[in-house]
Structures are given as C-alpha cells and as structure tokens.
C-alpha cells in the first residue's frame, strides 16, 4: 500500500463540529476527530452514548445535521467511492440466521456494487471471494449454510464480505457482540492483522476496552461529547477519576486493567 | 392425454402457461419469501381480482371493449397495488404488516362493488378466482410469455443486487446501491407474475405457488442458488402434475395444483425430520 500520493498525510476520515439529534435528544455534540491513514481507532463510551451514530454519520447512513464530515479528502455530500468503505455491524442486528445462503454467496455479496449494476460475476471475482475467506481463515467453510455457523465464525465471514471489495477503511460496530469470549481475542487478533499487515484503516466501537487496548493506535472516548481522543499508549496513562469522567456513571460496566 | 393435447389448442396453453408459470412463481417466490413479505402477494393477487372484475364491468357495458383481455387491468390493478403498499410501509413504518390487510379488503371491496355495479358476471369470475384450463386463450398465453421473459431478463441482470438487498439491507444501503430503486423494480416483478399466474391457478391460490414450493425447499437447501433450483422443480412437478390429474380425475386445477405443492411440502417436512434424526 505504498501512496506516492503527497496527500497520504491527509486523513481518512476528517469530521469538523458534528452535531446530531434524533427528534429533541442531542445524542452528538461538537465532534471533531480525525482518524489518520494506517490508524485503529477503537470508539469507546457507555450504551447510548451517540457510538453508533457517529459511525452512521461516517458512513452516510444518517444525514448529516450540523458540522462536516470529510472521506479521504471529499466531503461525504459528494462522496461516491463507498467500495473503499467497508462496514461490518453488530451480526445480531442485521440478518436473519435462518437465510438459506451459503458462506460463498455472503462473502460474493460483498463484490455485488464492486461489480456494477446489471453486470455478471466472473472467474475473477470467485478467486477474490476465495481469498477473502482464506484471509479469516474460512475457506473450509465455503459450501456451509451461513446459519449453521457460530458467532465467531459468522462474524469472520462478514469480515471477510467486508475484505472482498478491498476497502482502504473498515467501520466496525460492536462486531463482538454474540461471539464467546473464548473467540473474542482471536477476532480481535485477526483485527490487528489486517491493520497491520494489510495496511486497512480500521474504527472500531466496542465495549471491550480493556481487550483492544493493547491493539489499537487510537482511542476516542464518546459521551455525546469527545472526552479523549488520542494514541492509544496516552489512554492507558489515564487515571480511573479522569475515566470516570468520561465514561459517568458507567464506569463499573467498563472494567480498564486498573482493577 | 399426449393426444388431446395435440388435438386441442386450449390444452396446449393451458400446459404451456402452466410450465411457465410453475417455474416463474416459485423463482420470485423465493426473494418473497426470504424478504418476508409472503403475505404481500395474497394482497395483490386480490386487488389483481378488482381489476379483472373491472375489465369485465367493461366489457359488459361498452360493446367497442369487448375484446378486452382481462389480464391487462389485472397486472395495471396488481402494479398500482404494490406501489400503494409501498407506499403504506413506508408511512406506517412500524407497523409495516398493516399495508397487507387495508390492501386486501381494499381489493375485495372493489371486486364486489363492480360484481354488483355489473349486476353479476357469468362464470368467467369463477374461472379467475379457482384458475381454469380452458379458459387459458392463445392471447393470454402470448401475454404470459412477453411478462415471463422480462420477468427472467430481470432477475438475472438483478439478482446479486436482489440477492444483497435480501440478506441484508443495510449493508446493501451502506455499500451505496440504490436500494429503493431496486426494491421498486421487484415488487413490481411480484405484481406482474402474480397476474400472469391467475389464468390457471386462480387468484384465491396465486400465492401459494410464490410460497410452498420455496417452503419446502427451505427445509433442506443449504445455499441460495440451491434454493431456488430445488423451488423451481417443485412448482413444476406441482403444476404438472396438477394438470395432469385434474384433467383426469376432473378436478379443479388450481386445487390440484395446491395441494400436490402442500404433499411435497409435507414429504420434505418429514424427510428434513427423519434425515436429522438418523444422520
């Protein structure tokens, strides 16, 4: 991934003011944070603290109210290239598992706007989808029904429809949610692989912060507002009255190392 | 049999709209189904009924439309249906199964406002309804194929889009297709296989060649594609063998169609059963 580009400095994702509101509730107030090329940015912040709007707004599910939000250097208004945009969400949300579709075809999915508009799969496309699973080790898994799968093992494949389409940035929302905790620490290794070794710009949000602490690059604490945004050794430097601060009344739910 | 059917032209399309429709219903059946939206396609196939019943008010009353083929107002009814329900889905978003019901009796109520406005109709209505093999004419028939092909020409340049859109809206959303677009080509697709599948099963049992065979492919299919294939062969074995024995035995087609459909039903219910238990 080398960029000759001399606008490689640039961020990935710039957002200037943000403001959200569903009906009267401000959910996000005044959010600048950048996320910089080859960055891993773990989103962090108790239930209802605007995580998965922000993400929305990133990834313009959610219209944007008040502020800006720029994608590799175009504001979102105008952005197009959302192939370069991968998106894995909370599995439990978003499909049902009794869908009769094999681990193939999920991951082939993710090809389909790559692909274009009344145009057909080839021999190419397979290859990358089979890529694709052998980097999240799934490939033995091709021909199974994604249902019968575990929730490690289905997050990996939507890892993988996420991969296929050779995204420069992944967003992630509580992709741990449903996978055992025994699985946890795997995906998240997996995680840092792409990021390290794939070079692919990840923002995560998680409630796991003291499992991807030692992982990620950056941190950014959300509570409506950013409390904290910086590299990731900087957070571990925090102090529990400074996290309480953040995280509020939340702070037992999220346990830190410092226990 | 073999011989009727090349001695009378009526035989000869009422079996070929069958095998037509008996992979063409259970095929878009398969997105209705995974879609949930199975009981769309009961409403629409009622409110297809107001438009038939509409074209023969018609043709009752105006002498210069009395070669009218009914079909046509069905599919403009089904059409303008769907696009209705869409309409009411989106208006009452949380409450989206509430569209099938108003859509429904909606249909219904047009049906019998016109019946009673026409004074009643001849046996016609009733061919509709149950679905009839002689009433299948060689228009109907040249109709039946131009909605099929484009029907097929569709799913074919649609179906990953179609396919994403289904297991997943909101990666389809967030990966930039034009997911209303799509979806608006699709239940149109449903409202017209839905008319075009009146001729012979009636619209009381449209639906359930859209449903059944995929139901019983469910039990067993473990890939998307499979699933399909697997519907595909049971609607046609259904329609076939539908035809077959009703013109046998007498029996309305329709009716045997169904209900060979629900025997396979029951067959891989039970196959599904014992296969997990001795496996």
Sequence with gaps: MINLNNNSNEPIVQAKNLSFKYAKDLVLENITLDVPKGAFLAIVGPNGSGKSTLLKLFLG?????????????????????????????QKANSFNTGFPATVFEVVESGLTKKIGLFKFVTKEHKQKVKKA???????????????????????????????????????????????????????????????????????????DVSTVSDKVTHVACLNKNLHFHGDAHEYNQLTEEELSEVYGHDIKLLSHNHE | MISAILDYEFLQNAFLTGIIIGALAPMIGVFVVVR??????????????????????????????????????????????????????????????????IILSGGIGLTAIFISIADGFNADLFGYLFGSVSAVSRTDLWLIVGVALSVVIIFFFLYKELFLLSFDEEHAKASGLPVKAIHFVFIVM???????????????????LMTIPVAA????????????????????????????????????PGGTIVLIAVLILIASILFDKYKTRFA
């Design chain 1, 61 to 89: 599910l959610n219209k944007l109210q008040k502020g800006s939000i720029t994608l590799f250097g175009e504001s979102i208004q105008s952005f197009k290239d959302w192939q370069k945009v991968g998106f894995v969400s």
């Design chain 1, 133 to 207: 699973l052998e980097a999240v080790d799934m490939l033995n898994f091709q021909h199974r029904s994604i249902g019968e799968l575990s929730g490690g093992q289905q997050q990996r494949v939507f890892i993988a429809r996420s991969l296929v389409s050779e995204p420069v940035l992944m967003i992630l929302d509580e992709p741990t949610v449903g996978v055992d905790s025994k699985n946890v620490h795997q995906f998240y290794e997996m995680l840092e692989m792409m990021n390290k070794q794939l070079g692919i710009t990840l923002i995560l949000v998680t409630h």
């Design chain 2, 36 to 101: 949930r939206m199975s009981m769309i396609a009961d409403a629409l196939s009622h409110v297809a009924l107001a438009g038939i019943a509409f074209s023969l008010l018609l043709e009752k009353s105006f002498v210069s439309l009395a070669g009218l083929n009914p079909l046509y107002l069905g599919m403009g009814f089904s059409v303008g249906g769907s696009l209705f329900i869409e309409k009411l889905r989106s208006v009452y978003k949380n409450y989206q199964e509430l569209a099938i019901p």
């Design chain 2, 190 to 208: 449903v409202a017209l296989v839905i008319a075009a599948s009146m001729r012979i099963v009636g619209v009381l049992l449209v639906s359930s």
């Design chain 2, 217 to 252: 492919s469910l039990r067993f299919a473990k890939g998307f594609k499979q699933m399909i294939t697997y519907s595909v062969v049971f609607g046609e074995v259904s329609v076939i063998g539908g035809l077959v024995l009703s013109y046998y035995l007498d029996l309305a």
